[in-house]
């Protein structure tokens, strides 16, 4: 696996915006556009892209997938490959509706992501990415259905930490959002700081060198905040 070069991003937003589709980039491949400072955070290495995407109903989501073969993009036929997987040149996207039952997806917190979703410029282009908040819920929710526990070694836990860490407003934004997003961010780390277990696992969620692992103070800290807002 390899880092989604962010100029990627760039062009399935061009084929979002040709095919009217609402959609929001979420998941580890852009993670690092959520940071203060990426360039000092080493990214979790990725093969897929995760989109949000707006389908309004059942019945119109045969002529969606049309429409996007129609633009080039092949459903992936590779063994275990989920339903939402797609093809688009050399990148691998998983592309997944608001409404959850389409595909059997959990997608608590989709709808909330599509509708906050933010502008980010890359190289002059702007794409839409899911907001901060949004982010933390979406990756709390997806470590709750399919986490396991695995404080270790849970891409969604390592996503939700490396946000955590590297970004200095985010217990202020989660403070300002949606009481019922608050609730749920709050109630989901207050469970997991429950876990001594959570909070040995933390050091191995940042990078090794000693100032990384200095942090981990202020780490526990904006947790601790969190699960008190």
């Known amino acids: 696996m390899a880092e989604i070069p962010f100029a990627s991003l760039k062009g399935l ?3 979002f915006d040709e095919l009217q589709i609402e959609y929001a980039f979420t998941g580890g491949s852009i993670a690092g556009l959520l940071l203060d400072s990426p360039e000092l955070t080493p990214m979790r290495p990725t093969d897929d892209v995760d989109v949000i995407v707006e389908v309004l109903s059942r019945k119109r989501y045969p002529e969606f997938e ?7 993009f092949e459903n992936d036929a590779r063994l275990g490959a989920p339903m939402c997987r797609w093809v688009f040149n050399t990148l691998t996207v998983d592309l997944m509706p608001t409404d959850g039952t389409l595909l059997g997806l959990n997608t608590i ?3 909330y992501a599509l509708a906050t979703a933010v502008d980010c410029v890359i190289d002059g282009e702007s794409i839409k990415v899911v907001s901060a908040p949004a982010f933390i819920a979406t990756k709390l929710a997806a470590f709750s259905d399919r986490g396991e526990g695995d404080y270790y ?16 407003a985010l217990v ?25 277990d959570f ?9 090794p060198d000693s100032g990384s692992q200095a942090r981990l103070p202020q780490l526990l800290e904006k947790l601790n905040t969190l699960a008190g807002l």
């Open 199 to 207: 909070e040995e696992a933390l050091p191995a969620h940042l990078p």
């Open 153 to 168: 070694g849970s891409h969604d836990l390592e996503d939700i930490i490396t946000v955590v860490d590297g970004r200095a």
């Open 13 to 15: 937003a061009r084929e």
């Open 109 to 111: 917190w989709f709808d």
């Open 66 to 72: 049309q429409r996007l073969r129609d633009r080039g």
């Open 172 to 196: 202020k934004e989660v403070g300002t959002v949606d009481e019922k997003l608050r609730t749920y961010v709050r109630t989901e780390v207050a469970n997991l700081l429950a876990d001594p």
